[in-house]
């Protein structure tokens, strides 16, 4: 009986996979080590992928520095602090260099990013410590700085508690 699951991928040849590479960054800007997984993943050799996207990469339809920029401003927009744009940009492989740079270039008010954030999610005062803390590990997760937190819930009149608690 034939297993059931997910079909094998038929093995790319390169040509198809610089075609499938390119609808890919059609759709979206991709890190390098994305669209080589992308590639390995369709069938193509790990090597053969990294060349493919090498190859893109010096013709200019992937870039690495453009996708940090891109990814960096839109999580910005979308409330996410230095620690989570840094986190997920290096989990995407993208180098600490350019990482850094694309965090310089859009030169956030990270006060001004975390106080909207705040003022959106929660309109008024914690009542107790314990919706502090629920309001605490929220923005943490959301990769903001202790120092940040702790100042946007100062600002609101929020007393200083321990992250610990």
């Not at 198809?16 to 960054?25: M, S, Y």
């Not at 956030?108 to 410590?129: F, H, K, M, N």
């Amino acid at each position: 009986m034939a297993g059931r699951g997910r079909k094998q991928p038929v093995p790319l040849a390169p040509e198809a996979a610089r075609e499938r590479a390119l609808r890919a960054l059609g759709r979206r800007e991709h890190s390098a080590r994305e669209l080589t997984a992308k590639l390995a993943h369709d069938g193509l050799d790990r090597s053969v992928a990294s060349a493919v996207v090498d190859e893109l990469g010096d013709a200019g339809w992937q870039s690495d520095e453009r996708y940090a920029g891109l990814l960096t401003r839109s999580r910005i927009a979308q409330g996410y602090g230095p620690l989570r744009v840094r986190a997920e940009l290096s989990a995407r492989g993208v180098a600490e260099s350019l990482i850094a740079a694309a965090l310089h270039e859009a030169d956030p008010d990270w006060g001004e990013v975390i106080g909207r954030l705040y003022q959106r999610r929660y309109p008024g005062p914690a009542t107790d410590s314990k919706e502090a803390a629920i309001r605490y590990r929220f923005l943490a997760m959301r990769g903001f700085t202790s120092s940040q937190i702790r100042s946007v819930m100062r600002d609101a009149d929020v007393d200083e508690i321990d992250p610990q608690a």
